[in-house]
């Protein structure tokens, strides 16, 4: 009988949850004495005799136990060896171990303070070094120093060897790092560590949505093109200027892979006025664009969910996938999503794309196949053989933002009409029309008017003011916001609100006018800001900037002054050298309305003609200079000067 080293009835038990090897990845010969070793291990479990064993296997008894050591233990990822523990490693035979290997093993084994030592300094251990991401070479002229430290010879391994071990050091360490991943991640860069955090073992614990609009991503990009705005020159000339690079903000689905919406920005920045613009684009029925520029057009059902189903209006999403970019984390976009649209909101894991792949993968689908195809494409990276002074043929070509508009809604019309691989190359809007109209998975539609007030409101604010004024002191009814004051004719007649809070509602891109309700939510009347801030079009934004630069230049007492026309003057001027400047002065003519410079109306009068010019001051052209004498010349400067004397 075999002996009682083991619980044999605990082995019968686990037995059947061991791996077995795979006959097809085996060698022949090595799977063939595994045959005979693990009839051996059963027979030996099952309780038989070791003699009968030994006769029947020809295994020797005293070998019995080490097999059956090789089974239990735990293998390199953690896990009990099984079967598998009874095949040695072909790499054992063909890669034997070197004596200096060997020598090197048996040194930690002797002092094992040496192992905790190499691993404390490899990983940064705050308890033996500071130093971050220690170099081999470092780390061998420190593990020289402690094996002196620790009483070993100058005789002794490794100071006998020629490299007195660090080749036997680096295999270690290299060993060490593949053993404990936890530990590699403090050698990494922040990017990596912070991908290899996240990234899953095994398990999925999340499922991606099946039914249309159930899930939807949400993410900006900057796009891989430049284009020019046009700056007035002192001269009535006007010059187009590079400004700074616009922003995609988009919105897909991830059941179907639809680009429900988007919204672009021209900010150096997106915010989140920004993002909500690309879900009010999401939800609202789409309006084509009328494009200018010839041979581009759209696709024959639109290229958008809401041209392909007219009935798919006003759809709410159940829930949304953000980053943790500011513009998503503000009180205001959390509040708006939440309680305005009735949706959860994921912001998944901090610095991690990964987790809304779906979304970045459109943007990598969108410039390979749009914007890099252009001359005036910055390429995916400053090292891009695409790259190519884009700046050049956007000035050349005159590249305009509204240019971009154009490319970018027809880009993305083109995009949700194309086949992909992970839809079985169905186009997105044909696997919404399957899933919707054919399997029933039908969404939820806010089609009523609260719902749709809500929806077209996305972006409003609210706030709390006190209205002052006295007719005593001359002032009638008025309220401050944002450094302007604000009046109706309503709430001018009398002073029934005066010194009582009212409640206001304004678009934070337009705020020239709002709207003023009372505590409990009767309607008063639309606010007008006072001058020309009531009378331009201009956002919140502008608002700070045209006060800001009324304090340095001390405009802000004047009472018939126009601060933002002077804002406007002043980005004209500092756009001829500026970037951003050129790009907020594009921004402020959008938001007030204004024709582009080159729209505006010639006064043919001013005109001057230059040669007509040249012939009436008798002035010479370079070619014709050197054709002159010194004497004609001296002629030709002095009558000049005796006609300015006159």
Not at 20 to 28: A, G, H, M, S, Y
Not at 435 to 454: L, R
Request: glycine share 6%; hydrophobic share 30%; proline share 4%.
């Amino acid at each position: 009988m075999a002996n009682k080293k083991y619980d044999l009835e605990e082995l019968r038990q686990s037995r059947s949850t061991w791996p077995e090897p795979v006959p097809e990845n085996t060698d022949l010969t090595l799977y063939s004495r595994y045959l005979l070793k693990k009839h051996a291990v059963d027979m030996y479990i099952d309780g038989l005799n070791v003699e009968h064993i030994q006769k029947t296997t020809g295994i020797y008894a005293s070998r019995l136990c080490k097999l059956v050591d090789d089974c239990i233990r735990i293998n390199e990822n953690g896990q009990i060896a099984g079967y598998c523990g009874l095949i040695k490693k072909k790499a054992a035979i063909d890669e034997p171990v070197s004596n200096t290997q060997k020598e090197f093993s048996n040194l930690l084994e002797k002092y094992p303070s040496l192992k905790d030592f190499i691993a404390g300094n490899y990983f940064g251990d705050k308890k033996y070094t500071l130093e971050k991401n220690m170099n081999s070479k470092t780390l061998h002229g420190k593990f020289l120093v402690e094996c002196r430290r620790i009483g070993i010879m100058q005789h002794e391994y490794p100071f006998t060897t020629i490299n007195k071990g660090y080749v036997s050091l680096c295999k270690y360490l290299n060993r060490l790092a593949a053993q404990n991943l936890s530990l590699q991640i403090k050698r990494m860069d922040k990017d990596s560590s912070q991908k290899l955090a996240t990234t899953g073992q095994g398990t999925r614990y999340s499922t991606n949505s099946l039914y249309p609009f159930s899930t939807v991503q949400i993410d900006g990009h900057i796009i891989d093109m430049v284009y020019t705005v046009e700056i007035m020159n002192e001269d009535g000339t006007i010059s187009n200027v590079i400004a700074t690079r616009a922003w995609l903000i988009a919105v897909i689905d991830v059941a179907t892979r639809c680009i429900l919406g988007y919204s672009l920005s021209q900010e150096f920045n997106y915010n989140q006025y920004d993002v909500m613009d690309a879900i009010k684009d999401a939800i609202i029925p789409k309006e084509l664009k009328a494009l200018s520029i010839p041979g581009l057009s759209y696709p024959s059902n639109g290229g958008y969910y809401s041209t392909a189903f007219p009935e798919l209006k006003y759809i709410l999403f159940d829930s949304i996938m953000l980053d943790n970019a500011k513009s998503h984390l503000s009180s205001f976009t959390i509040d708006k999503l939440v309680h305005g649209l009735k949706c959860t909101v994921n912001y998944g894991s901090v610095a991690t794309p990964e987790t809304r792949g779906i979304v970045e993968r459109f943007f990598q689908t969108l410039e390979k196949t749009g914007f890099h195809k252009l001359p005036m494409t910055t390429g995916s990276s400053p090292r891009d053989l695409k790259r190519d002074a884009p700046e050049n043929p956007a000035v050349k070509y005159h590249v305009t933002y509204d240019q971009i508009s154009e490319i970018m809604d027809v880009l993305i019309a083109d995009y949700n009409n194309t086949p992909h691989k992970s839809l079985d190359n169905l186009t997105p809007l044909e696997c919404m029309l399957k899933k919707v109209y054919e399997a029933g998975m039908t969404p939820c539609i806010g089609d009523d008017e609260a719902t749709e007030d809500i929806i077209k409101k996305l972006n409003y604010r609210t706030d709390m003011r006190t209205v002052r004024g006295r007719a005593k002191n001359g002032k009638r009814a008025y309220i401050q916001f944002m450094g302007v004051e604000y009046r109706s004719r309503l709430l001018s007649l009398n002073e029934a609100y005066v010194n009582k809070k009212i409640r206001i509602i304004y678009d934070p891109r337009d705020i020239s006018s709002l709207e003023a309700y009372t505590e409990d939510g009767k309607y008063i009347d639309t606010l007008t800001a006072r001058g020309e801030f009531g009378t331009k079009s201009h956002s919140v934004k502008t608002r700070k900037n045209v006060l800001k630069l009324a304090r340095e230049r001390g405009r802000q007492d004047l009472e018939f002054d126009t601060p933002i026309e002077a804002y406007m003057q002043h980005l004209q001027k500092e756009g001829r050298k500026s970037k951003r400047s050129a790009t907020k002065s594009d921004i402020v003519r959008r938001e007030t309305g204004r024709p582009l410079p080159s729209d505006l109306p010639v006064d043919e009068d001013n005109i001057i003609d230059i040669e007509t010019k040249r012939d009436q001051k008798s002035i010479p052209t370079a070619e014709e200079i050197k054709d002159l004498s010194a004497e004609e010349l001296y002629h030709i400067l002095f009558e000049k000067e005796e006609a300015k004397g006159k």
